[in-house]
């Protein structure tokens, strides 16, 4: 029964991150794979601005790149950051790093560069075509077949396929027609912020403006301004706003409201930015979403693999990191399964509840950038758990860290989070300076708290690095 033959033609829909790596992955199993994407040849035709929030590959990410061969040269391609500069609204800079060292930092890579790459290097194994302007308007999943309709006009056409890979972003096709299944569910959370990309040049000579190895921040509380390196020197910016109300994109109609409120709120990015009410009044207003949705399968024919199954808003950077891993976990599930559908039932199963605790983690880390990162009580406690990382090596654990630096599953590092973060708290109390912290209390509740709950799951904690 629909058994797992690896020299079957299948079909990934969508060419973008995780549909490139995917293919990647299923040409080294021995398939043949036809990629169908709706854009146009990115390597051949420049694609509009605007909808690029930068990419932050981190330990996930690279994980997956290093399996194919490609982790070195993307590296090649990323800058390190090793830390969050955060800008106060009268121009005052504090940092906050990352990790334990500088050895534990996130990457900012171009998503562009790194999709052009991944398609070329999928088309290099000789076993993935991908064929551009092609939209999939319906699929039938017992029949393995795909309605196909050509950007450049023509006839719809029918293109039968065994086994198809829905990997088409948040506005799934392939996820579209699985919902007409009576037993599929799905939910959509809409942010009510939307987002507009904005550049911050290079200064003369291709010198960076701003601190070169830090994601810099302008926490406001409901709204924030984020920038992240490019290798040519120049950052490229996200504002976060509401999409309605006092402070919002409904608000700044006009030039002057825009260069009014950048002079209130972000003065220093305001004089590194001679084009922002161009980029601003050309540039798309984005949206951000959070998909939930139930089972990504049917039966052994279709499978939802990364945003199509589970997208997530972009502020613990993990989007392009879990779909990647996505990728890790599906190939392995192909190597233990001799029916597509016995792997894929595993890999939903694996992946559903790591993939529902990040996008929790994701929403709640948007409340901390745009707004605690600047609360001395939260600043606090950030250097509380620093001295706990360096006093406690091996034992005290943070959500950042294993979300970022390692592979534990998304779920333990929720709930390990939870833990910690209540640790941090009781020992904060009362304290102005985190070299304060009562280091023999600290090792009573991590022995006691912390200690046995990472000991009850070894097994998801063996496969930290």
Partial sequence: MHEIDQTQRVTVVGAGLVGSLLSMYLARRGFQVDVLEWRPDMRREEIGAGRSINLAISTRGLYALRQVGLEEEALRHAIPMRGRMIHSPSGGLAYQAYGKDESQHINSI?????????????EATGRVRIQFEQRVQHVDFQKGALDVVDRAGGPVREVHTPVVFGTDGSGSAVRREMALAPAYRAAQEQLSHGYKELTIPAGPGGAFQMEKHALHIWPRGSYMLIALPNLDGSFTCTLFLPFQGPVSFESLGTPAQLVAFFEAQFPDALALMPGLTHDFFHNPTGTMVTVKSEPWHVGGRALLVGDAAHAIVPFFGQGMNCGFEDCVALDACLGRHQRWEDAFAEFFRL???????????????????????????????????????????????????????????????????????????????????????????????????????????????????
Avoid: Q
């Fill in 110 to 122: 171009s998503r562009a560069w790194l999709n052009k790459y991944l398609m070329t290097h999928a």
């Fill in 351 to 465: 992946r559903k509840t790591n993939a529902d605790a990040i996008a929790d983690m994701a929403v709640e880390n948007f409340v901390e950038m745009r707004d605690k990162t600047a609360d001395p009580r939260f600043l606090l406690e950030k250097a509380v758990e620093k001295e706990l990382l360096k006093a406690f090596p091996g034992e005290f654990l943070s959500r950042y860290t294993l979300v970022s630096f390692s592979l534990v599953p998304y779920r333990l590092a929720y709930e390990v989070g939870a833990i910690a973060g209540g640790i941090v708290a009781e020992l904060s109390e009362g304290l102005t300076r985190a070299e304060d912290v009562d280091l023999g209390r600290a090792g009573t509740l991590i022995r006691e708290r912390l200690v046995p709950f990472v000991k009850e799951h070894s097994d998801g904690f063996g496969t930290a690095r």
